[in-house]
């Protein structure tokens, strides 16, 4: 069986809804543990990372414990990076066993063609602020600069209160037409590529929608808590968790 998770955004929120969601995913892994070929984590599964060459944010020891047993136990464990935890360096590959990817990624499973993507940085041709904003948090010459002149404790600081500035902005109620962009985006792709399922996060909205193309999007696990699961058949299914 084949996973998919996104926006957990460990570390978020109060410290009851912040242990209440990582008992809830650490409850998934538990759950998962015995039919688990692969895991995907599609993005912004901790609300703010960033590594300095030596310090990573404190916390988070349970899941990554979990996902470093997973991965022991021949779990193949796949993190596409989100807006909230681009800046990865080697240390969740080196420590859990995790492959990292920035961009979005194409893989065959179970004969079946998958475009996984976060879902930001996309689509957004239109929105100049947005675009530069990326190229600014994606530059790695800025990180390095960043990471020799801010001290750990203050950039983090920072970190959390941008992440969370950024999260709030989703708003507590979404609506179906927060996924246009996204949608369009798959029907202008699909015209050169032959993909049999699109999946994405990063807009806090669960959907499972069977057009011209099946495209599947997993809502935040704060409000509306949701994973993939894709067999060996090739069935895809959303799946939406009591927290």
């Known amino acids: 069986m084949h996973y998919f998770v996104s926006d957990i955004h460990l570390g978020s929120g109060n410290s009851t809804d912040s242990r209440r969601v990582e008992r809830t995913f650490l409850d998934f892994l ?6 688990a070929e692969t ?3 599609v993005g912004d599964i901790f609300d703010f990372w960033f590594e300095y060459g030596e310090v990573v944010p404190k916390g988070f020891t349970r899941i990554l ?10 779990v193949r464990i796949t993190m596409i990076t989100g807006n909230h935890d681009m800046w990865v360096g080697d240390y969740l590959e080196k420590e859990c066993g ?3 990817y920035t961009k979005p990624q194409t893989f065959t499973l179970a004969d079946k063609t998958l475009f996984v993507a976060h879902g930001d940085n996309m689509n957004i041709k239109g929105q100049p602020v947005l675009r530069l904003m990326n190229a600014m948090f994606r530059s790695k010459g800025l990180r390095k600069v960043a990471s020799w002149l801010i001290h750990p404790d203050l950039f983090l ?3 959390k209160w941008w992440s969370s500035k950024s999260r709030k902005s989703h708003g507590n109620v979404q609506s ?3 996924l246009n962009h996204l949608i369009e985006y798959a029907a202008k792709y699909s015209k ?7 999946i994405f996060g990063h807009l806090h909205y669960a959907a499972d929608i069977v057009g011209a193309q099946r495209i599947l999007f997993m809502g935040d696990w704060y409000s509306q808590p949701s994973y993939l699961s894709l067999d060996n058949s090739g069935k895809i299914e959303l799946v939406y968790i009591e927290s």
């Open 192 to 198: 050169g590529h032959d993909v049999d399922y699109f």
């Open 157 to 159: 600081r920072f970190g």
């Open 39 to 41: 895991l995907f984590l």
């Open 98 to 100: 995790i492959t990292l």
């Open 65 to 74: 414990g979990r996902l470093a047993e997973l991965s022991d136990r021949g």
């Open 30 to 35: 538990k759950q998962i543990e015995n039919d």
């Open 176 to 178: 179906p037409q927060v």
